[in-house]
């Protein structure tokens, strides 16, 4: 069981400007932990075009609140390919484009 200040009481997600900012009381279902890639310099990172993305792939984000993500926010899976591109460690990702069920 957890305490959030997550919902806003219909079941979205609560503003950071909300009048009431009491946690609610909820059950823990799904939760995810995720630990970020860190980002490419523009030009590094849309190189192969829409929507392929390249990402370090030898470096995270610190860890903080983002870490932890409910699993209805999870957009979708992808495939990769690991490669060094200008003496750095990279991942290529291209979205599938289906949602996770």
């Known amino acids: 069981m957890i305490l959030a200040h997550w919902s806003d009481g219909d ?3 609560a503003g950071c400007n909300a009048v009431d900012l009491t946690p609610r009381p909820g059950q823990i279902e799904n939760f995810s932990k995720v630990i970020w890639f ?3 310099d523009e030009s590094l990172k849309n190189m192969y075009g829409k929507p392929v993305e390249v990402w370090r792939s030898d470096s995270f984000e610190r860890e903080g609140p983002a870490v932890f993500i409910p699993v209805q926010r999870i957009k979708s899976k992808f ?3 690991y490669k060094t591109i200008k003496s750095k460690k990279v991942i290529i990702v291209c979205p599938r484009d ?3 069920v």
Request: charge should be positive; hydrophobic fraction near 40%; include cysteine.
């Open 98 to 100: 289906r949602y996770l």
């Open 38 to 40: 860190t980002e490419l």
């Open 79 to 81: 495939v990769y390919a």
């Open 11 to 13: 079941c979205k997600i």
